[in-house]
């Protein structure tokens, strides 16, 4: 059976079995080439399931929507670190996740109406080839591990500051705060996100380079230490600014500072949630 | 006969009118089409189908100040904000300029919006026809055509080294001077045919499928950004909020989105449209139902851009086909 048959098999094993009320899957879009996300509620609707090179979305933020009720979804290796970034969290319950994990070898850079076999630029540098939490596994990894994980982020911090500075005031000029890659992020689900509070109000309303930079850097700021690098956000955002460049930037110095990398396990405490003895501010060593 | 003007001349034109006022036209960015001011008509591109922003912003800012309240010698005074330059946008394409008409309803309807009006009637619009059509588009589904000079200033087709021309306003005679156009013979080359949604009687239809559960289906996959908002040519909402200084205050409004969680939130804290059904229906029946209740035509005018731009194929053509549908039971 190829990866599509066997979601689909199991898809209705599990909603026939009542051990899931949902299947969170891929079906094709409506331009006949890439793929979207599909919720299915009866095995009736199983064989729309698919699974291919196309499938690049990240489908572990629906989840928060579902706390209640015991869900099935398809999960790459790189989404499955989403899982337990919301487990560690405490987001969502492990017994109310049925994990359809996908061994993955990366998916193609796609576009609206167009297909291409050459792998997304996320995929090429890729670490994450196992899955790190599931309950059944469809295929077999095949490819290894990327030689380098941030060849992108060397070059960016062989820039100077200034260099720097004029890259992004460049991307976020074009930034239209339509907040795409907020409402895909697996990471961000406050009840009420910074930059919609309005007492305090710490971002104004203005879509506009001042306030556009303070939006952008603040929710990478947040995901500090909790960016899983799935890049979903990069993938959504209309005016494709690079924010994986931004993202994937703290989630080296966080493995650099702190040893740690979010999502691989479930249990380990975050760095900005615990705090050891010997820490010291500022770089170590 | 068909009037002519190679494009030499237009692209001198241009440049000529950029001396005096804002030139937008279609530039490259990175690998997407953009409506940028430009500087050199160099820089113009001409390859594109659609670009991937509507020209809205130049009409209807992303944000942009309405007044500000000054404190001069010990008075206060309200000062409106005002438009310094006039605006020549070029390379519009048909859905366009309809999609102008249409934002332009809602903002001059009486009493209107002083700060559009402004824009408006500042705003020159310099349109190209379609010769080739997007699969996504569906303007002649929306009262549109890929020929359709409405709202045009003027409008150009692509003809061998150059364009043919039709002036079609005051604003467009005064601008384009005669002695740049040639009479000739060639024909206008046929409108591409463009891909069509049954849009008909869609709005009663909308009317009768208000509380059905459909909303909620196709919501679950709808991550509720903004994005299908943004790149609308007709979505008009926006939020405005005071920035306050020590003697000045400025009231600037920025686009909002009745997509996004917090949009209806009242005072008190309650939202009307708290769920994701009931705001993936309310951007659908503004479109198809009260849209066209109101000002007697629909509020999509079919470029396709929220279907190419939704990062999870929310597509108003298959939400039309499938409400059509709604009710009609399965043989």
């Known amino acids: 059976m190829n990866p599509s048959e066997q979601i689909r098999a199991k898809a209705k094993e599990l909603l026939d079995s009542k051990t899931v009320d949902c299947v969170i899957g891929y079906e094709r879009s409506t331009d006949g080439k890439n793929a979207r996300p599909l919720f299915v509620y009866s095995s009736k609707d199983a064989d729309r399931l698919i699974f291919d090179q196309t499938c690049a979305q990240d489908l572990v933020r629906y989840l928060l929507n579902r706390k209640d009720k015991v869900t099935g979804i398809v999960v790459k290796p790189c989404d499955s670190r989403a899982i337990n970034l919301l487990l560690n969290e405490h987001q ?44 059944f ?47 895909v992020c697996p990471g961000c689900y406050c009840s009420e996100c910074f930059v919609e509070r309005l007492d305090p109000l710490w971002v104004g309303i203005r879509i506009a380079p001042g306030e556009n930079e303070m939006w952008n850097t603040m929710r990478a700021f947040h995901l500090a230490g909790r960016c899983i690098g799935c890049n979903a956000c990069e993938l ?15 989630e ?15 249990d380990a405490p975050p760095p900005f949630a615990a705090f050891q003895k010997d820490e010291k501010l500022g770089v170590a060593e | 006969m068909n009037k002519f003007i190679s494009k030499k001349d237009l692209l001198s034109w241009l440049g000529k009118l950029r001396e005096t006022r804002r030139l937008i036209a279609p530039t490259r ?114 009262g549109s055509a890929p020929d359709d000079p409405s709202g045009m200033d ?58 059905d559960p459909y909303w909620g289906r196709v919501a679950d996959r709808c991550l509720h950004c903004n994005v299908c908002s943004y790149v609308c ?59 066209p209740e109101h000002f007697g035509t629909m509020h999509c005018i079919g470029c396709g851009r929220c279907v190419r731009a939704c990062p999870v194929n929310i597509d108003i053509r298959e939400i039309i086909q499938d409400v059509q549908k709604l009710g009609v039971k399965e043989k």
């Open chain 1, 252 to 266: 080296k110095d966080v493995q650099t500072l702190f040893k740690f990398q979010s999502g691989i396990d479930a």
């Open chain 1, 137 to 183: 596994l469809v295929g077999e990894a095949k490819a290894e591990p990327a030689a380098e994980a941030y060849p992108d982020i060397k070059s960016m911090e062989e820039k100077s500051p200034g260099e720097r500075r004029a890259f992004w005031e460049e991307q976020f000029s074009r930034c239209i705060r339509c907040y795409a890659c907020r409402q």
């Open chain 2, 233 to 291: 040519p007709t979505c008009y909402c926006f939020d405005v909020r005071d920035y306050g200084g020590k003697n000045k205050t400025e009231r600037v409004r920025s686009w909002e989105s009745c997509q996004s969680p917090g949009f209806s939130k009242i005072a008190g804290g309650y939202d009307p449209r708290a769920n994701k059904g009931t705001r993936m229906r309310q951007r659908f029946a503004h479109k198809l139902l009260y849209f």
């Open chain 2, 154 to 211: 003027i409008m150009l087709t692509g003809v061998k080294d150059g364009y043919l021309i039709q002036v079609l306003t005051d604003k467009g005679k005064a601008l384009m001077p005669d002695s740049l156009l040639s009479s000739v013979d060639t024909p206008k080359p046929p409108a591409p045919q463009v891909s069509t949604v049954p849009s008909k009687g869609i709005t009663e239809k909308m009317r009768q499928a208000f509380d």
């Open chain 2, 29 to 142: 960015v990175e690998d997407l089409t953009l409506f940028k001011e430009v500087s050199r008509v160099e820089d113009i591109v001409f390859d594109y189908q659609n670009t991937d922003l509507p020209p809205k912003q130049f009409l209807f800012p992303a944000t942009e100040t309405i007044f500000s309240i000054e404190k001069k010698d010990g008075r206060v005074e309200l000062v409106p904000a005002k438009v310094e330059k006039e605006t020549v946008i070029f390379g519009v394409r048909p859905c366009d300029a309809k999609g102008i008409l249409t934002l332009g309803m809602p903002f001059l309807e009486e009493p209107g919006d002083p700060l559009f009006r402004e824009h408006r009637e500042k705003t020159i619009l310099v349109g190209i026809s379609c010769l080739t059509a997007c699969p996504e588009c569906f303007c002649a589904s929306m």
């Open chain 1, 236 to 250: 959504v955002c209309p005016v494709n600014i690079p924010l994986s460049l931004l993202n994937r930037k703290l």
């Open chain 1, 92 to 135: 969502i319950q492990r017994d109310k996740v049925y994990i359809i994990g996908i061994a993955c070898s990366g998916v193609a850079k796609t576009d609206w109406n167009k297909t291409s076999d050459k792998l997304r630029d996320a995929c090429q540098i890729c670490q994450q080839h196992k899955l790190v939490v599931y309950d």
